[in-house]
């Protein structure tokens, strides 16, 4: 189901909706940032000096890219679905299984968000770096959790949408 991130403009759905758009803005400023980069090396590496490194920050710039985008995938249905088992479903069976999705990434989201803070904590413990930049592996965790904790906050805010559709019939 796929919904405007703008719907319940106001109170906790809307300044909910709104952050999680600003930030997934913000991972895409981070891919272009990468992209920049890269055509930079690609450019200096024609002339003799390439950018070092580039390929080590490609690598923590996607993926903390990807994560800001989960949040909002997630507020906008924009999420893999299998349409094929509920096309002829009514829409009551629809809601609930929307619903049960919601309620899957919630867990989702907190499981790795469990996780993610203790392997951040691993990384900053042992003092893991790239080979080049020495850029710390724990630093590119903490946007990622930022990331995972707005994907909790929009598993809610679906999830409540759910709940209404689903007690509407």
């Excluded at 903390?64 to 999420?79: E, R, T």
């Excluded at 609930?96 to 968000?113: K, P, W």
Aim: hydrophobic share 55%; with cysteine; glycine share 10%.
């Amino acid at each position: 189901m796929t919904s405007s991130p703008q719907e319940g403009g106001s109170g906790f759905t809307g300044a909910a909706a709104r952050l999680i758009t600003l930030w997934a803005l913000l991972g895409g400023c981070v891919l272009l940032l990468v992209v920049a980069m890269n055509m930079v090396s690609i450019v200096g590496s024609m002339f003799g000096a390439p950018f070092p490194g580039d390929f080590e920050m490609t690598e923590v710039g996607v993926a903390v890219a990807v994560f800001a985008f989960l949040p909002y995938c997630q507020l906008v249905g924009a999420n893999v679905s299998a349409d094929i088992f509920t096309a002829s479903a009514s829409k009551r069976t629809i809601a609930f299984f929307t619903l049960l999705g919601s309620l899957v990434a919630l867990g989702f989201a907190l499981l790795l968000i469990w996780r993610m803070y203790y392997g951040m904590l691993d990384q900053k413990e042992y003092d893991y770096t790239t080979t080049i930049l020495q850029f710390p592996h724990w630093m590119a965790f903490v946007p990622i959790l930022l990331s995972l904790g707005l994907l909790a906050l929009a598993a809610v805010v679906t999830l409540m949408r759910d709940a209404r559709a689903l007690s509407k019939g």
